[in-house]
């Protein structure tokens, strides 16, 4: 199995924050409104955990959605995954329990690599003389694209901005002000990483901005109802 990072912490902070943004910016539009629905919240989840959380609630998956759609929420599942083969089989357990009934989003950890290398999830081309584009692995890619789920790519904080974060105890928000506590230089790489990190979520169901993605007849539902987020 993959060692815990440090960046997994900092995976944590980049969706808390992105659901501040939500939450803010979503606020300021209904408070336009006269609205006083509620807005979107967070449920993170520690990886590989999901089973345990369902394990504590009565009637396991379908009565979190339950809940979730009560309360006028899109149900966000995010399995975020590394390059071995223990980590790609956490998308796969979140749509067996979770099945079409929420929105599915794989999040490659920047950490492990760049976005080219997740080659167990998105297979490994294998050309053979019969089929050209013939691939091994993958099979958790074409799972996840099958259920309609979304795939994005975090990239990679600097390794020694993400340890003083943690080392200070120091959110992203709070980094990018820190400049007396980790470096101007630092503070930088904080904003520079956050800006690349909202790029790379635009369009999903993660983005930062409370965007999300429509499409077909759901072009008008999704954007009426705020998410709850499963990471």
Not at 64 to 78: G, M, P, Q, S, W
Not at 119 to 134: L, S, V, Y
Request: include cysteine; glycine fraction near 10%; proline fraction near 6%.
């Amino acid at each position: 199995m993959e060692p815990p990072a440090v960046s997994r912490s900092s995976i944590r902070r980049a969706m808390r924050r992105s659901a501040w943004q939500r939450r803010t910016s979503a606020n300021r539009e209904l408070r336009a409104r006269g609205s006083t629905r509620c807005i979107a919240a967070l449920l993170d989840v520690p990886g590989g955990a999901l089973g345990d959380l369902l394990r504590v609630l009565d009637g396991g998956a379908p009565s979190l959605v339950a809940e979730a759609k009560a309360a006028n929420r899109e149900l966000v599942v995010v399995s975020v995954i590394g390059i071995k083969r223990d980590a790609t089989g956490t998308p796969q357990e979140a749509i067996e329990r979770f099945g079409s009934a929420v929105h599915h989003v794989v999040l490659k950890n920047g950490y492990f690599g760049e976005a080219g290398d997740f080659g167990i999830f998105d297979g490994i081309p294998r050309p053979t003389t019969d089929d050209p584009d013939a691939r091994k692995y993958g099979k958790t890619g074409a799972i996840v694209k099958a259920a309609g789920g979304e795939v994005a790519y975090l990239p990679k904080l600097n390794p020694w901005t993400d340890a003083l974060l943690d080392v200070e105890g120091l959110t992203f928000v709070q980094g990018i002000e820190a400049l007396d506590v980790i470096g101007r230089r630092h503070s930088s790489n904080v904003r520079a990483w956050l800006a690349s990190a909202e790029e790379a979520l635009a369009g999903s169901w993660l983005c930062p901005k409370g965007n999300v993605p429509t499409d077909g007849a759901e072009t008008a539902a999704k954007p009426s109802r705020a998410r709850a987020v499963v990471a």
